[in-house]
């Protein structure tokens, strides 16, 4: 709602938000499916007894979490901004959490003024199957990958770029005109991870985008031919999106965020295996009974 039909009354509330994407179609409402906004609506609209429609940064796909998602709606009433998380962690689904809101100035946007959004894509790569990784990582275990030639293909995408390449049909956005500011590859234990800062995202960027960075990753295909594949925007060569699940979009950049950095700016944990660095059989019958 723009400020100039807004009542009297009225005050536009922030909200940090995260959930789980895996049971969700999406953020964006949609019919017959279930998404994040539909999810959080149904909650103001039973608080304040009368439509209201939220607005995000950005919109996730099917199966894509969030961990600093950043969204606005205009309130009436007495309720005071910062209280606007509490209430609606009480009605809101457990999938679902309101990490923080406050009240921002009538003119502020949580997709127009946001200058950036930051998503990570992990990818598990032992053998053996992890049930408590399998939610947040793609289990990708077929061929080895070699982090330093992903970061290879990835560093001449920092700048302002065509990515039709990395464009998925079905999109209202009319250009793909994109400005990268950070692109980077790096592994953590089995964990290899894909981290990328822009402006704004196309749609199914990011997962096409690592379908080929794996491709390069293993070997099939090489840097050069990465570089040269979407300088051309061949999209037709682009065939496979990285699983959803993978995927999350950890950040969104404002420049004075109505939020101190420990709401938002690193909220999605990381695993890290083992209290050892030796196995079991490696270890003294001393070292056994400590940690077992």
């Not at 939610?135 to 001449?156: G, R």
């Not at 040269?228 to 950049?253: D, M």
């Amino acid at each position: 709602m723009d400020s100039a039909h807004c009542p009297t009354n009225t005050q536009r509330i922030a909200l940090v938000i995260q959930y789980l994407g895996t049971h969700f179609y999406g953020w964006q409402r949609q019919p017959h499916h279930r998404s994040v906004q539909e999810e959080i609506e149904k909650v103001l609209q039973s608080a304040l007894n009368r439509p209201v429609t939220l607005y995000g940064a950005g919109r996730t796909d099917a199966g894509v979490h969030a961990a600093a998602q950043v969204a606005h709606f205009d309130a009436t009433g007495t309720i005071p901004g910062h209280r606007w998380a509490a209430v609606l962690n009480t009605r809101l689904p457990k999938d679902v959490l309101v990490r923080a809101s406050a009240s921002v100035p009538s003119d502020w946007h949580a997709r127009f003024c946001a200058q950036w959004r930051r998503y990570r894509y992990s990818l598990y790569t032992e053998a053996q199957p992890n049930l408590f990784v399998q939610p947040f990582a793609w289990h990708y275990y077929h061929a080895p990958l070699d982090e330093s030639l992903i970061q290879a293909a990835l560093k001449p995408l920092v700048g302002y770029h065509h990515l039709a390449a990395f464009h998925r049909a079905g999109s209202q956005r009319k250009h793909s005109w994109v400005e990268v500011h950070v692109a980077e590859c790096y592994r953590q234990g089995p964990f290899l991870h894909i981290e990328v800062q822009a402006n704004g995202f196309l749609y199914g960027m990011m997962r096409l985008l690592v379908g080929l960075l794996v491709q390069v990753g293993r070997g099939q295909r090489s840097v050069a031919n990465f570089q040269e594949l979407w300088t051309n925007e061949r999209r037709e060569e682009v065939k496979y999106a990285a699983p959803a699940h993978g995927l999350c979009l950890l950040r969104v950049g404002y420049p004075d965020s109505p939020f101190p950095p420990d709401i938002w700016f690193d909220t999605m944990p990381k695993f890290v295996f083992g209290s050892s660095s030796l196995v079991p059989e490696q270890m003294t019958k001393d070292e056994k009974q400590k940690i077992f």
